[in-house]
């Protein structure tokens, strides 16, 4: 954990900066000058409509966790960008914007790492360093619009880290995010992928937040996804499309299941044929493939497939009556997926 002793004001709802701009003994108004300016990615010293004695309390009292730009990469290809950004407290995650039709994407991570070790994953290969702030997640939006000076209009929390496994921060995040008061993003526009963490999969099915849910799948049976992803000897098929059919009976939000292609691994036809009365049996609709073509990571011997294989593939799945597509590629030449530009540098 971040062990920082000064108020996180990003982290914070309106009314808590407002208690908090009260308890320095300063009017209640002054809370929504703040809340204005950070927003914005502005520091204390910028607010120039704060009295100067108040920016120096605020300096000594509270922190925005807004973070700093260490690298930048560009695709000549499509214009995405790929964020590496520093922390206050040295750390390094990444980021993704994508431009769509519809509008700004921004792909954000949750965590400094990951200990749930999927095997084909860059960003598992150190391990967890600590879960990320709600502000630091947040602090990522913000970064990226003020260098764009454009809005972001749609989240997927898909970028290093397992969102469930810091499952209070991420729900604060999403709340913060959506509020009217904050950037407005609307909760059906976020996506959030997890890896299988059943019980915290239960607990977002209560929590009132239409989010799209994207469960990372990659075999069709217990013995292939457990050597894939540790987190299936916790947590099997079986309970998780369970839990996935219950929450698309509790939301109604479609459920988007990732499937990466890994060259002479699970992408044969009977694979395709397996894959597809597995999730007949816990769903009648409201349920789509995404194949993505494996990421190579140098430190793995996994190998991926080409897009001829990954299209075929999703027309096996078709003619089965699954809803599949080939995830299109963004930022070929930046190498855009998350965990390898943090790792390298």
Same mark, same amino acid.
């Given at each position: 954990?971040?062990? /920082?002793?000064?108020? +996180?004001? =990003?982290?914070?709802?309106?009314? *808590?900066?407002?208690?908090?701009?009260?308890?320095?003994?300063?009017?209640?108004?002054?809370?929504?000058?703040?809340?204005?300016?950070?927003?914005?990615?502005?520091?204390?010293?910028?607010?120039?409509?704060?009295?100067?004695?108040?920016?120096? *309390?605020?300096? *000594?009292?509270?922190?925005?966790?807004?973070?700093?730009?260490?690298?930048?990469?560009?695709?000549?290809?499509?214009?995405?960008?790929?964020?590496?950004?520093?922390?206050? +407290?040295?750390?390094?995650?990444?980021?993704?914007?994508?431009?769509?039709?519809?509008?700004?994407?921004?792909?954000?991570?949750?965590?400094?790492?990951?200990?749930?070790?999927?095997?084909?994953?860059?960003?598992?290969?150190?391990?967890?360093?600590?879960?990320?702030? &709600?502000?630091?997640?947040?602090?990522?939006?913000?970064?990226?619009?003020?260098?764009?000076?454009?809005?972001?209009?749609?989240?997927?929390?898909?970028?290093?880290?397992?969102?469930?496994?810091?499952?209070?921060?991420?729900?604060?995040?999403?709340?913060?995010?959506?509020?009217?008061?904050?950037?407005?993003?609307?909760?059906? /526009?976020?996506?959030?992928?997890?890896?299988?963490?059943? &019980?915290?999969? =239960?607990?977002?099915?209560?929590?009132? =937040?239409?989010?799209?849910?994207?469960?990372?799948?990659?075999?069709?049976?217990?013995?292939?996804?457990?050597?894939?992803? &540790?987190?299936?000897?916790?947590?099997?098929?079986?309970?998780?499309?369970?839990?996935?059919? =219950?929450?698309?009976?509790?939301?109604?939000?479609?459920?988007?299941?990732?499937?990466?292609?890994?060259?002479?691994?699970? +992408?044969?036809? *009977?694979?395709?044929?397996?894959?597809?009365?597995?999730?007949?049996?816990?769903?009648?609709?409201?349920?789509?493939?995404?194949?993505?073509?494996? /990421?190579?990571?140098?430190? %793995?011997?996994?190998?991926?497939?080409? %897009? %001829?294989?990954?299209?075929?593939?999703?027309?096996?799945?078709?003619?089965?009556?699954?809803?599949?597509?080939?995830?299109?590629?963004?930022?070929? +030449?930046?190498?855009?997926?998350?965990?390898?530009?943090?790792?390298?540098?």
């Amino acid at each position: 954990m971040y062990e /920082n002793t000064k108020a +996180d004001l =990003l982290s914070m709802k309106s009314d *808590e900066l407002e208690k908090f701009v009260v308890s320095l003994g300063h009017p209640r108004y002054r809370a929504k000058q703040i809340w204005q300016w950070m927003y914005r990615a502005k520091d204390f010293s910028e607010m120039s409509n704060l009295p100067e004695k108040m920016r120096s *309390e605020l300096s *000594e009292a509270a922190v925005i966790n807004v973070p700093e730009i260490e690298k930048k990469l560009v695709s000549a290809a499509d214009g995405t960008v790929k964020y590496l950004f520093r922390l206050k +407290d040295g750390n390094l995650i990444e980021s993704v914007l994508m431009r769509y039709r519809y509008g700004l994407s921004l792909c954000v991570s949750s965590q400094c790492g990951c200990r749930m070790g999927c095997r084909f994953c860059a960003s598992t290969l150190d391990g967890l360093i600590r879960n990320l702030m &709600p502000s630091e997640i947040l602090g990522q939006l913000i970064a990226a619009q003020t260098d764009s000076g454009e809005r972001v209009s749609h989240i997927v929390l898909m970028g290093i880290g397992e969102p469930l496994d810091n499952y209070d921060n991420v729900i604060r995040f999403i709340r913060l995010a959506s509020s009217p008061d904050g950037l407005g993003i609307s909760c059906r /526009n976020i996506s959030l992928s997890t890896c299988g963490v059943v &019980p915290n999969i =239960l607990r977002l099915a209560e929590e009132g =937040l239409p989010v799209t849910l994207s469960v990372s799948l990659h075999a069709s049976d217990d013995v292939a996804r457990s050597d894939l992803m &540790p987190v299936n000897r916790a947590w099997g098929i079986d309970a998780l499309l369970a839990a996935c059919a =219950l929450y698309f009976k509790k939301t109604g939000r479609r459920i988007s299941f990732e499937y990466t292609l890994i060259a002479n691994k699970n +992408d044969s036809r *009977e694979e395709a044929d397996r894959l597809s009365r597995l999730l007949k049996k816990y769903f009648k609709s409201g349920v789509h493939v995404n194949i993505i073509p494996l /990421n190579p990571v140098k430190e %793995r011997e996994y190998r991926t497939v080409d %897009r %001829r294989c990954a299209a075929r593939f999703s027309e096996f799945l078709q003619k089965n009556s699954i809803n599949a597509t080939v995830r299109r590629t963004l930022g070929p +030449d930046i190498n855009a997926s998350c965990g390898q530009l943090r790792r390298s540098h």
